[in-house]
Nanobody, 122 residues
Framework: QVQLVESVGGLVQAGGSLRLSCAAS????????VGWFRQAPGKDREIVAE????????YYADSVKGRFTISRDNAKNTVYLQMNSLKPEDTAVYLC???????????????WGQGTQVTVSS
């Protein structure tokens, strides 16, 4: 088993930046595909970024492409989400997830963090 803990989010003005981290314990993060999801009020949970297990290929939702960057630091057993040029519509609870496999699933991932609130003000 692996436990995932997200860093604390925060309140950021539009156009600002924030970096989230997802620290893994119990297992090596490089053994899993890892993704970042978000859920806004009244909206379904959506995947915003993922990094594959084997090669570390990255994938992004169209809504965040060019603004968000997912990365993995195997030495620190941590995955990051760098968020730049934040918009009010980015406001959501952000969660990291891990799955035994090369790619993250849309729903049935094996492990989830508890989530952290990110609020972007206009």
């Amino acid at each position: 088993q692996v436990q995932l803990v997200e860093s604390v989010g925060g309140l950021v003005q539009a156009g600002g930046s924030l970096r989230l981290s997802c620290a893994a314990s119990g297992r090596t993060i490089s053994s899993y595909a890892v993704g970042w999801f978000r859920q806004a009020p009244g909206k379904d949970r959506e995947i915003v970024a993922e990094i594959s297990r084997s090669l570390g290929n990255t994938y992004y939702a169209d809504s965040v492409k060019g603004r968000f960057t997912i990365s993995r630091d195997n030495a620190k057993n941590t995955v990051y989400l760098q968020m730049n040029s934040l918009k009010p519509e980015d406001t959501a609870v952000y969660l990291c997830a891990a799955r035994w496999g090369d790619r993250i699933a849309q729903v049935n991932n094996h492990y989830w963090g508890q989530g952290t609130q990110v609020t972007v003000s206009s």
